[in-house]
């Protein structure tokens, strides 16, 4: 074996996977203003300066290029809402940070276009295949992360919530409802929300 080889092959790996990094975080502000749809090679080689047949080579298919853009709306949302709420203790203290970090997230939007959620779903969840697959198993993880403070909250006595399920569903269907209000103009959205977070909380 070459030791030079594998220097190159090292050297142009590295330089596929920054290439990578580079086009998924402009395509995930794209997908959160124009769709996943929206995403085109072309469109991403213009804004970049980057040939098309250069992403191409990268991603393959515009499916495969979605999907990572999925995942990578993924990881940043973790490290903007989730990571910093997990510092609180489970329960009642992280479920409210949870909520602040979301309303966060979307009153300073993290995307352009504000939840990358709320502009995808919508459009690919009558729509078989991975980026349903994975925008669906994110949104899920979501409401199963609320659910499972809930009831931890219960456990505890903080809360009287008698099902943590369903309590997590009208809780994410709040905060989907605040992204539209702020998107739309709506100063007091995010208070609007912690009220009715509350209302759930001690209902």
Do not use: H
Not at 149 to 161: C, I, K, N, P, T
Request: net charge neutral.
């Amino acid at each position: 074996m070459n030791p030079m080889n594998d220097v190159v092959r090292d050297g142009r790996l590295l330089r596929g996977a920054r290439s990578r990094r580079t086009i998924v975080r402009r395509a995930v502000d794209v997908a959160s203003l124009a769709g996943l749809d929206g995403l085109s090679f072309g469109g991403l080689a213009t804004d970049l300066g980057v040939s098309k047949a250069g992403i191409q080579t990268l991603f393959g298919a515009k499916e495969q290029l979605q999907v990572a853009v999925a995942e990578a709306a993924r990881k940043a949302f973790e490290e903007a809402v989730v990571r910093p709420a997990s510092a609180q203790p489970a329960g009642i203290a992280r479920l409210r940070a949870l909520v602040e970090r979301w309303i966060a997230y979307a009153a300073e939007p993290l995307f352009p276009g504000g939840c990358f959620w709320a502009a995808n779903l919508p459009v690919f969840d009558s729509r078989p295949g991975p980026v349903r697959d994975a925008l669906a198993g994110q949104q899920q993880a979501w409401r199963d992360l609320i659910a499972d403070q809930l009831r931890r909250a219960s456990d505890a006595g903080e809360v009287g919530v008698p099902d943590a399920d369903l309590a997590a569903f009208q809780i994410a269907a709040i905060l989907t409802a605040t992204n539209t209000a702020l998107r739309l103009g709506d100063d007091g959205a995010a208070d609007t929300a912690r009220r009715a977070v509350d209302g759930i909380l001690r209902a």
